[in-house]
């Protein structure tokens, strides 16, 4: 069976301890490949690695370490289908999304910040012909990298590729539930020349690898991508170590339509944004409020565009939604439908597990389900489910959904539908969250900032707030006199 290594000083290597993890494909529910069981011994070594590495990799040229990312972005497309089969088996995300948005994505990512670092500046303030003030920005140290499950490469990318470009060196852990993707990755990086011990990556599981990483005293920075509650448990240690961190945690995000709305697109649009991988983006909009007077008319077409969506085989074509990530993933998702009927809610499609033939029988898929009928406030429109779970809730006016909107405690995305020009403008200003999306969804522009308020999150990562985050600024005053 493929045994997945550590990338650790260049090399590829067994976890010190010799001990592996199942790494399960959940199209199928069996064990495909062995993980490094690794622990702190391991992160030691690759933190070691990284020390070493950091003198020559932080005053190297930017344009020499834009090269290196430049060759990193140009490989991930060369291996994309390779790489994207890749994602589709470990995740159980249809073959087709992971083609065309988790790796081009992902070799975006190391092209954006490979030239953004180019374009990168600092600032001057001058008093006059007192003194003149400059800011410096210097590469923290050594980075912390910590990524989730659900996007594995594009999201492992995300944090890496800026942390490299700004001249850090990285000790990453990519999710143990979907770590192939970046052990390819650390092929790609020998294969580009990267020098060694920049970048290192230890595979395995969070309450060991990542917290090695979280409570190490000499790593710096922590860049964490993950849960809410694992995010708070990081935050607990790191931030008495004053280590700077970014947080970019869980979501319940609404998608407001209102009735004067682009009908098609919006409800072609809210299909993606309710279902796309599985309904296992932190951006999907899980929490759907609709105008009144386009309830019923929204309900019917909806949930008829929604039983036509094809649930299968992830690499099959055709399919639409593929598995979820992993069988206890799976039973919170179920579990969570359940407690929605508990709560008074009634399921108009889905609900239910869905068995598939042959090889598939022991995948984790399950049907995507629209309830309606709940309080804004229950606990299954409160809390993040994460999977293929929907809400509809009518609303009469601007004040209304809007207090539902922002009754939780999160606040990563929105969405707005409308074609109303002012009204569009009102709710952006008064949304809580990061980002806001209106008249369409997951449109992204790499320079803009990224991130949530509240238990979503602290601080952005995206464009130069990336960069600015893995360096320190440092202000010099000269006086002229
Ligand atoms: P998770 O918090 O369980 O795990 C995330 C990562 O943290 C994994 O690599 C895991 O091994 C590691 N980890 C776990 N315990 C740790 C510990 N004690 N110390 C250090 N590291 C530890 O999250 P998940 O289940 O992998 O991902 C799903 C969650 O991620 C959802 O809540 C989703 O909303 C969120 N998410 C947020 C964003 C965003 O940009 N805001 C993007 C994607 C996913």
């Known amino acids: 069976m493929q045994k997945i290594l550590n990338y650790i000083n260049g090399e590829l290597i067994a976890p010190q301890s010799d001990k592996w993890l199942d790494n399960y494909n959940p199209a199928t529910g069996k064990v495909y490949s062995l993980i490094p069981d690794s622990d702190s011994a391991d992160v030691e070594a690759a933190y070691t690695a990284a020390k070493a590495a ?37 995740n159980g995300k249809p073959l087709k999304l992971a083609k065309t948005v988790d790796i081009p994505r992902a ?21 006059e012909d007192t003194a ?36 850090c060196t990285v000790v990453a ?17 020998i294969e580009a020349g990267l020098p060694k011990g920049v970048f290192n990556i230890v595979h395995g599981l969070g309450g060991k690898v990542g917290s090695a990483i979280v409570s190490h005293k000499d790593i710096p920075l922590i860049s964490f991508t993950g849960g809410t509650a694992t995010g708070k448990h990081i935050a607990g240690i790191a931030a008495p170590m004053f280590k700077k961190l970014s947080l970019e945690l869980g979501g319940k995000n609404p998608n407001i339509i209102f009735a004067d709305c682009d009908y098609e697109k919006m409800l072609a649009t809210t299909l993606q944004s309710s279902f796309a991988n599985q309904g296992q983006i932190c951006l999907c909009g899980s929490r759907i409020f ?63 597990k869905v ?13 995507p389900t629209v309830i309606e009928g709940l309080d804004f ?28 909107a922002n009754s939780t405690t999160y606040g990563l ?57 893995f360096t320190e600024p440092k202000n010099v005053c000269v006086k002229l006199k």
Request: charged share 20%; net charge negative; hydrophobic share 40%.
């Open 377 to 404: 406030n229950c606990r299954t429109n409160q809390e993040e489910i994460f999977g293929p779970v929907v809400t509809l809730t009518p609303f009469d006016t601007e004040e209304e959904v809007l207090k539902m």
């Open 413 to 469: 995305a929105s969405i707005v539908w409308t074609e109303h020009l002012t009204r569009a403008h009102r709710m952006a200003n008064q949304i809580h969250a990061g980002i806001v999306w209106i008249n369409c969804w997951l449109l992204r522009d790499l320079r803009t900032p990224f991130g949530g308020v509240k238990a979503s999150g602290v601080g952005r990562e995206g464009g130069f707030e990336a960069l600015d985050f």
């Open 355 to 367: 068995i598939l033939e042959g090889d598939y029988a022991g995948g984790y898929y399950i049907d």
């Open 132 to 167: 003149i003030n400059y800011t410096l920005r210097q590469p923290v140290g050594v980075a912390g990298c910590i990524s989730p499950w659900n996007l594995p490469l594009y999201l492992f990318s995300w944090k890496v590729a800026p942390a490299l470009a700004a001249g």
């Open 54 to 90: 950091f003198p020559e990799w932080s005053t190297l040229s930017k344009d020499k370490r834009s090269a290196y990312l430049l060759k990193i972005a140009a490989l991930i497309e060369q291996h994309l289908d390779r790489l994207a089969l890749a994602e589709s088996m470990d």
């Open 290 to 352: 609709i105008e009144r007077p386009l309830y019923e008319k929204f309900k019917t077409d909806f949930v008829s565009r929604v039983k036509a969506l094809k649930v299968g085989a992830p690499q099959e074509e055709g399919t639409k939604v593929g598995a979820v990530v992993s069988q206890p993933h799976q039973e919170k998702i179920l579990s969570y439908i359940e407690l929605a009927k508990q709560e008074g809610g009634t399921v108009l499609t889905g609900g239910n």
């Open 107 to 127: 070799a975006s990512n190391f092209h954006f910040y490979g030239t953004a670092i180019l374009h990168y500046a600092s600032h001057a303030h001058s008093m």
């Open 173 to 189: 852990k990519p999710s143990e539930v979907t770590p192939m993707t970046a052990y390819l990755l650390s092929e790609i990086c």
